[in-house]
């Protein structure tokens, strides 16, 4: 096992993740419906990060791969998402994550992507983790709903060995009962402590309801603000917040997104637990 510890600040571009540095987001919308839709959230998201001086990497979906049913739409796919990746980038000077599914997409997608993110259910997967870690990229492991959270320090294991220590872990809740998660705080700093890498909360996948609406997955996003406000009092690196200029009309995780007319309001709010929560002086 590599010595080398994960790094405790990793910067993506401007913004700056660490759990003791100011809060930074990851936000936008699940996935990549359209160039255009996906244009017009990294606009918006842009424009709230200037006003609220925070910092933001914009998230978005080429394929929701792990879809309850086989009609789910799953979106535009690789090779017409990557030129979209690489336009919101230079056009708006945001970084950029998405998932990725297979060790073959790990290295394309780094070409225009600054961040990979690895999704819960496959977070164990060796060869997946040890592909995006070469590709030198900041890589964002989602803790999974079956794992302890002192678990994740095995995950972080299989990055550092690789040899990239740009690491973020995401808690996003544990499988308690049919259809439902719940999110135990004391995930957060057992996260920091075990792994030393900045810890994010998820709190959009948090309150989803896993297979809820038989072919599709439920969600309480009411409870968004709730969970993620906690999370920010507990201390946190950043938040990952999936939002949406309309959830009732989104083709997929609807239910939990938070309308974008709302993200400004509740980024400001997580801002002012931040200050309380870390000291006036950040």
């Known amino acids: 096992m590599s010595g080398t510890p994960a ?4 910067a ?3 913004v700056r993740f660490g759990n003791n540095l100011p809060l930074a987001l990851i936000a936008g919308p699940c996935q990549m419906e359209s160039r255009e839709h996906a244009l017009e959230c990294a606009a918006a998201i842009h424009e709230i990060a200037r006003r609220r001086h925070v910092g933001v990497v914009f998230k978005t979906s080429f394929d929701k791969a792990n879809r309850t049913s086989i009609n789910g739409v799953r979106g535009m796919g690789l090779k017409a998402a990557l030129p979209v990746f690489a336009e919101i980038r230079e056009r708006f000077g945001m970084p950029v994550l998405t998932d990725v599914h297979e060790n ?14 690895i999704p819960a259910f496959l977070c164990r997967q060796t060869d997946l983790l040890l592909a995006a870690a070469a590709t030198g990229r900041v890589v964002n492991v989602k803790k999974g709903q079956f794992l302890a959270p002192w678990d994740m320090k095995n995950v972080v294991a299989k990055l550092l060995e690789a040899g990239n220590a740009n690491v973020l872990v995401t808690e996003r809740g544990v499988s308690f009962g049919y259809n439902t998660l719940v999110t135990d705080m004391r995930a957060l700093p057992i996260l920091a402590a075990t792994t030393g890498a900045p810890v994010i909360f998820d ?5 989803q309801q896993p297979g809820g609406q038989g072919t599709s997955s439920g969600g309480q996003r009411e409870f968004v603000p709730v969970l993620a406000r906690a999370a920010v009092a507990v201390g946190v690196a950043g938040v990952f917040i999936e939002t949406h200029p309309d959830p009732d009309k989104a083709p997929s995780d609807g239910p939990n997104m938070v309308p974008l007319n709302q993200f400004e309001a509740l980024v400001a709010h997580l801002q002012a ?3 309380v929560a870390k000291g006036d002086g950040n």
């Open 203 to 207: 709190a959009t996948h948090s309150v």
């Open 12 to 14: 993506i571009g401007d």
């Open 7 to 10: 790094n405790s600040t990793v």
């Open 104 to 117: 073959d997409q790990c290295a394309p997608v780094a070409e225009v992507v600054d961040v990979l993110q």
């Open 273 to 275: 637990f931040d200050r």
